[in-house]
């Protein structure tokens, strides 16, 4: 089927990355062609669940690892974008996907700079986020992908609803509309970017 995984350890369960757990990231990201990234993987200064020097190992490990097997680093970050740039410019990945971004125009445009991917979910059709719409007008589309999170941060028109991965047509309407393109660009374009940054052949997916 239509369905690839990644592997990671969220920033919320720091405490639970080791040794082993990196071996067998690793074991299957070499031995399954369906494990296409590392990730969730990153920073959370906002809820502040672990202590954030082992969230920052923890990101480093596992950024090292993604550079290691040459595959995308999938990254969240909430009030950490500084430190959270710093660990990838160190680690030296290229390859990266800032996971629902929301942070701030100097923390994207130096993120697409680099080469980032700036993945949009719901929260860009909520009305107090201008800010990420200008973010969403500006980013070089080469550079955008959409994405649900499902269950979560649903489109404004489902707000209160459990999010549903077809809802993410309507991240893409925004997206589109910000941009002056039409909706079916925005979806091609976007899918070019995914089967690119992940490594896959349109054929491999079907119809795009």
Known sequence: GDFWSTLGVHPHDADQLNDEVLADYERLVLAEDKVVAIGEIGLDYFRDYRPRDLQRHAFLEQLRLAKKLDVPAIVHVRDAWDDALDLIGRAGNSKVILHSFSGD???????????????????????????????????????????????????????????????????????????????????????????????????????V
Do not use: H
């Open 105 to 207: 125009f100097p923390a994207a445009r130096s993120s697409w700079e680099r080469g980032f991917y700036i993945s949009f979910s719901g929260v860009v059709t909520y009305p107090k986020n201008r800010y990420l719409r200008d973010i969403a007008g500006q980013v070089p589309m080469d550079r955008v992908l959409i994405e649900t999170d499902c269950p979560y941060l649903p489109p404004q028109m489902y707000r209160g609803k459990r999010n549903e991965p077809a809802f993410v047509v309507e991240t893409a309407r925004e997206i589109a509309n910000l941009r002056g393109l039409e909706l079916s660009e925005v979806g091609e374009m976007t899918t070019r970017n995914a089967l690119t940054l992940f490594g896959l052949s349109s054929a491999a997916v079907g119809k």
